[in-house]
Every structure is written in structure tokens, then in C-alpha cells.
């Protein structure tokens, strides 16, 4: 089953979950961030190739232009490549472990895999930013204190989605952790 909702990231920007249900140990959550516009790149390399050409008309050296506009390629490349990433994605099967995948406009992927039994909850946590923002996050458990936290990782830092599609996940989340945790205490 499959179904898709529009929410907003903290700064009102759209976002697009869409919510994968293999079983009911299994689930899928994709959430998209809007690509780049055709409109913001011309403007910054417009921008920077007006302020190029004014260098140029001060001081006569064609090699100004040169770099400005090898700059500019350089940087969107590193932009696209490094930093804008379109989908961000989290899947969690409650026999395995929670995989979260980062994929890049340039298409790069990052993906790293944490094994159930490390997985100690998934918690909605807080933080000061300027103004107070919600973000989901795992603990890990520590392997010394069975009853600690030796780390936390949050989820969706790119997208930075709001309250509501942070609950939505993590109410799908706690399902899999609740089940996941129901044959070992009924032993």
C-alpha cells in the first residue's frame, strides 16, 4: 500500500511524504524537497556574471570573466553534487534495522544502516534554531549501560519537515519498535 501527503518544512517550503507499507513489519517513508528552480540559478549566475563584467570594465582584464564563469560551474556542480539533496528516505523493518538513504540532485546517494538491536527508540526531539523546531531522531542504545544512550541520530535533516509529518512517521515508527519488542517479552 502505498499513499502520498503534502506537508511544509520549518521555513513554509512544500515537502511531499510518500508512505510505502510492505507489512506490518516493514515501512517506507520518502520525503521529497522541491529541486532547484530554473529561476534561483539564473538569478545567482546572473548575479555573479554582472558583477564579473563590472570587474572587467574596471580593470580591462578579460581573465576576470574567465574565472567568474569557471566559478560559477565549479560551484553549482559542488552545490548539486554535496549539498542539495531531493529525497530523503527512511526504512525500517523491525527483524533487520532502520536504513536512511540522502539522494542528491546530482544523484548521488548516501545511505547508512543501523541494526535493530542498537536501536534503543525513535523519539520526536526539540531544538532552538533561532525559534523552537522539532526533529525525529534514534537512539542508539549504549553498550555498556544497557539502560543508556551512547548516540543520537536525527532523521530528515535536509528537509526539515514541521511537527505534523514528523508525527505522522513517527507514529508508523513506534508501530514497527511496539511490534518488533512484543515476541521478546512474551517469552
Not at 510492505?22 to 545567482?44: G, K, M, N, Q, W
Not at 526533529?135 to 530528515?156: A, N
Request: with cysteine; aromatic share 10%; net charge negative.
Amino acid at each position: 500500500m502505498e499513499d502520498e501527503q503534502s506537508f511544509s518544512d520549518i521555513c513554509g517550503g512544500r515537502l511531499a511524504l510518500q508512505r510505502r507499507y510492505y507489512s506490518p513489519s516493514c515501512r517506507e517513508f520518502c520525503l521529497s524537497c522541491p529541486r532547484i528552480s530554473l529561476r534561483s540559478l539564473t538569478a545567482v549566475t546572473c548575479t555573479v556574471w554582472l558583477a564579473a563584467y563590472g570587474l572587467f570594465t574596471l580593470c580591462e582584464n578579460s581573465m576576470v570573466l574567465s574565472a567568474a564563469i569557471f566559478i560559477t560551474l565549479l560551484g553549482l556542480l559542488g552545490y548539486l553534487h554535496f549539498v542539495k539533496i531531493d529525497q530523503e528516505t527512511l526504512l525500517i523493518i523491525d527483524s533487520l534495522g532502520i536504513q536512511m538513504t540522502s539522494s542528491y540532485a546530482s544523484g548521488k546517494e548516501s545511505t547508512t544502516f543501523i541494526e535493530m538491536g542498537k536501536v534503543k527508540d525513535v523519539v520526536i526531539n526539540e531544538a532552538i534554531y533561532m525559534k523552537v523546531i522539532y526533529y525525529l531522531c534514534i537512539l542508539l542504545k549504549d553498550p555498556v549501560e544497557p539502560h543508556g544512550i551512547s548516540q543520537v541520530v536525527p532523521l530528515f535533516q535536509s528537509a526539515k519537515p514541521r511537527l505534523d509529518c514528523l508525527i505522522e512517521v513517527y507514529k508508523s515508527c513506534q508501530e514497527i519498535l511496539a511490534h518488533q519488542k512484543a515476541p521478546s517479552t512474551s517469552l
